[in-house]
């Protein structure tokens, strides 16, 4: 497969995204308190990962396969670390990295919905959209830790 010019750009600019999201979650998960979420930001790390490694692969001109039927929440069902009353520190902190990556997924989901309409082969298309599918799941488990948690 041949990108043109302007998707090879674009692909830059996505991984670009992706490594910044891959060192973010792994930032976040030394640095959270609780270990539901650091493993939580594992796994969301782990993902970001194989985003990074499947847009390397398009720009080395091979398309990834892409499982349609996975959603990335398999199994995903937090359970409570900290009491609703809990005003800790701790909690604290970990509410505002969950806070602050709900954020970034929304962003890097928005980036895909916008630049996945640059690009004509239908492969490419419904790579980047499994992808931008994703990013919306990460940012819906990291809710549901919120939720469970008493932080949202």
């Known amino acids: 497969m041949q990108l043109s010019q302007q998707e090879t750009a674009v692909i830059k600019d996505l991984q670009t995204q992706e490594k910044s999201c891959v060192e973010k979650y792994r930032f976040y998960e030394k640095s959270a308190h609780d270990e539901q979420l650091k493993q939580l930001f594992h796994r969301i790390g782990d993902e970001e990962q194989e985003h990074f490694d499947s847009l390397g692969k398009l720009l080395k001109g091979e398309m990834p396969m892409v499982n349609a039927a996975e959603t990335g929440m398999e199994g995903y069902s937090p ?14 902190h970990d509410e505002f990295l969950c806070t602050d990556c709900i954020g970034t997924e929304k962003l890097v989901s928005s980036t895909y919905n916008n630049d996945l309409f640059r690009f004509a ?32």
């Open 79 to 92: 359970s409570m670390s900290y009491p609703a009353n809990d005003n800790s520190d701790e909690k604290k």
């Open 121 to 152: 082969a239908t492969g490419v298309r419904k790579l980047l959209n499994h992808i931008q599918t994703e990013e919306q799941n990460h940012a819906e488990m990291i809710f549901k830790y919120k939720t469970v948690n008493g932080m949202a």
